[in-house]
């Protein structure tokens, strides 16, 4: 069974950085293969993309993070990996990992489809 975990996530304050990670067990397939993506939950809010990489390590980020957030992948430890930099106290949120055996949806990135998910690590930015 697929599993992922994710960690890293803390208290900050606004202008911060802070990396959460994710780490991908017994996919049963090559770590490169899978399409990977974070995304994160706000208290009342919906569930939204924030980056998703792709199995060519073509990256896409949700306008909102754009220039602030970046998603990388490492191979030999299958680890995903988010960093975040010059944090607003609206990026606090649950932030969870997420992975498909597929390649992403290269029509619209942030449009891709995940089928294995993380509980999630818990970022809160304060003012």
């Known amino acids: 069974q697929v599993q992922l975990e994710e960690s890293g996530g803390s208290a900050v304050q606004a202008g911060g950085s802070l990396r959460v990670s994710c780490i991908i067990t017994?996919?049963?397939?090559?770590?490169?293969?899978?399409?990977l993506g974070w995304f994160r939950q706000a208290p009342g809010k919906e569930r939204e993309v924030v980056a998703v990489?792709?199995?060519?390590?073509?990256?896409a980020y949700a306008d909102s993070v754009k220039g602030r957030f970046t998603i990388s992948k490492e191979t030999a430890g299958s680890t995903l990996s988010l960093q975040m930099n010059s944090l607003k106290p609206e990026d606090t949120a649950m932030y969870y990992c997420?992975?498909?055996?597929?390649?992403?949806?290269?029509?619209?990135?942030?449009?891709?489809?995940?089928?294995?998910w993380g509980q999630g690590t818990q970022v809160t930015v304060s003012s």
């Open positions: 997420a992975a498909d055996f597929l390649e992403c949806y290269k029509s619209d990135y942030l449009k891709s489809m995940f089928q294995y």
């Open positions: 017994n996919s049963g397939k090559t770590f490169s293969s899978h399409c």
């Open positions: 990489i792709d199995t060519d390590d073509t990256t």
